[in-house]
């Protein structure tokens, strides 16, 4: 504005020319075009449509973890000849469709409006949870349909990566960091509370309810799966009647959306020179591969693990399992919430360095330290006229010894560890306070290695944009996922878990070293081209 000059202190306007006239009024529209960036209604739509993609994110884990804790003895119930090695493909299958789905809904909705892969991939997961309630129908090769439905529901979680391209061109540079961290928070937390719905379950019990007209058993292995679908529905019907497509630029301007007709606006471009540093993103997803990978390995260990360590039954370990998760989930919570404020004070590097750390004695705890040895199965059972030697059938699964040998009105589950994983003879008990300890421990740590891995790697790409990036980290967690069920199924099911949490602290062990090795690289792009301080990112 210009200033008033000496006929103002008079009371009198100065005269201005037509030419300055134009001038002033020109800087005005500039200048108040700067301060309002968006309308209130845009702001609104835009952070309810996020909060949808939240919400997506969230969805997508629980149908990865619902049935963690309760597949083992599901497939062991319909179908006797699958072993544990069969079961580390099952929970795998769900990370390769992801891996697979990923970059076809990523490529999907850079040409079209985010809406459609969004609603397909849901309503794929919803049929695949109702395919899982019905895989105890078939009267043979009953653990391939399991297979094929958990298949499919990570194919229909492959959404995830057109969830964080969205968010990334729907944030501003100062909104970005937060909404990443939301994003991470709302997965982390999906992991971690989907077992708390599975916990719900367990009260309907094994048997449940049947309706034969449509040949649906309603149980505790079924009920979650059907819940899942029930929340995929709803999930659908919300991104019709709130999501909207958003883009805005760094500055948070509105910006013409690539997914919606016409030209898109080339705003972003301003800020945008320069290159990523493509050694700290390798090294980020190379990171994040390992938090989701020792992750994958503890949900997936605990039902095998308290089975053979505490002589659980199927149902007790689910049950059991259940509650400490849900301990876990409630401490997860507190964390997100706490991180958030301390990376303001600490720095995002440093707290990773700190939740790395933690889960590696978290683990380093879960090794075998006493003298006393787990409950063996044949003891368990040996009254019920299991011969205390046993020959040839060693090689056999425990259920089929229990069929063959047990009279025919017995009806007892077999408890312990089976003779069939030799290493129950020689390795010392983990002891249940270990256990707990290490939980406790590993949910302290994941989420925050989760959410500083996710905001970091928002920085390190800054203006560019993130589809592409994001599908990479997509594809290393899901790598991750695959890995860490396999892992246990061939590590621990042969060789016990001296040797499964050596290996998982020896990974842990070497992903700080390399954290050590890129600390200084892992700064913001603004900041690394210094239109940034380092203290105000």
């Known amino acids: 504005m210009a200033s008033a000059g000496p006929a103002a202190a008079d009371g009198k306007e100065p005269l201005l020319g037509a030419g300055e006239a134009a001038a002033e009024g020109e800087e005005e529209e500039e200048e108040e075009s700067r301060d309002v960036v968006e309308t209130q209604e845009h702001y609104k739509s835009r952070w309810r449509s996020i909060w949808i993609m939240y919400l997506t994110m969230f969805l997508s884990s629980v149908g990865f973890s619902i049935v963690i804790m309760s597949v083992w003895p599901y497939l062991q119930k319909i179908d ?30 850079n040409y079209r409006p985010r809406r459609e892969p969004l609603v397909i991939s849901t309503a794929i997961s919803v049929a695949a949870n109702c395919l899982y309630a019905y895989v105890h129908v078939p009267h043979s090769h009953n653990k391939y349909y399991m297979l094929t439905a958990r298949a499919l529901v990570g194919f229909g979680a492959g959404n995830v990566a057109v969830v964080r391209s969205y968010i990334a061109g729907a944030t501003s540079l100062t ?106 993103v390798v090294a980020l997803n190379v990171l994040f591969f390992v938090i989701l990978f020792v992750f994958a390995v503890f949900e997936t260990i605990a039902t095998p693990l308290t089975m053979d360590m505490y002589s659980w039954t199927r149902k007790e370990a689910v049950f059991y399992n259940g509650i400490i998760l849900s301990v876990i989930g409630i401490e997860s919570v507190i964390v997100f919430m706490v991180v958030k404020t301390l990376s303001k004070k600490t720095g995002e590097r440093a707290i990773l360095h700190g939740g790395l750390l933690i889960v590696l004695v978290g683990f380093f705890i879960l090794l075998p330290w006493g003298k006393k040895l787990p409950n063996i199965q044949w003891q368990e059972i040996k009254n019920n006229s299991i011969p205390r030697t046993v020959p040839t059938e ?69 203006p560019k944009p993130q589809g592409v990036y994001m599908g990479w980290l997509t594809a290393s967690g899901s790598g991750a996922r695959i890995l860490g069920p396999v892992f246990v199924s061939q590590i621990y099911t042969h060789l016990g878990p001296r040797w499964a949490f050596s290996l998982i602290c020896g990974v842990v062990v070497l992903s700080l070293l390399l954290l050590e090795i890129v600390y200084k690289r892992l700064i913001a792009f603004s900041v690394r081209y210094g239109r940034m301080q380092e203290e105000n990112c």
């Open 394 to 462: 060693m090689l056999m699964p425990f259920w089929s010894l229990q069929e063959m040998q047990l009279p025919s009105n017995h009806t007892a589950e077999p408890v312990g560890c089976p003779l069939t994983q030799s290493w129950c003879l020689n390795t010392p008990m983990v002891y249940l306070a270990q256990y707990l300890s290490s939980d406790v421990l590993i949910g302290l740590g994941y989420p925050v290695c989760n959410v500083m891995s996710y905001t970091l790697y928002s920085k390190i790409l800054g």
């Open 80 to 109: 006797p000849t699958a072993d544990a090695s069969f079961l580390g493909w099952i929970i795998a299958s769900y990370s390769i469709g992801q891996m697979v789905a990923s970059p076809l809904f990523g490529l999907w909705s």
């Open 175 to 280: 909104e970005r960091t937060s909404a990443m961290a939301n994003t991470s928070a709302c997965q982390a937390v999906g992991f971690i509370l989907g077992p708390v719905f599975q916990t719900c379950f367990t009260l309907i019990g094994e048997e449940g309810v049947t309706w034969e007209l449509i040949r649906l058993q309603l149980n505790m292995y079924t009920a979650p799966v059907l819940f899942g679908a029930l929340l995929g529905v709803i999930n659908i019907i919300l991104i019709f009647a709130i999501f909207r497509e958003h883009r805005v630029d760094d500055m948070g301007r509105q910006c013409k959306s690539i997914n919606s007709e016409g030209e898109e606006n080339d705003a972003l471009d301003q800020d945008t020179e320069g290159n990523v540093d493509h050694v700290a």
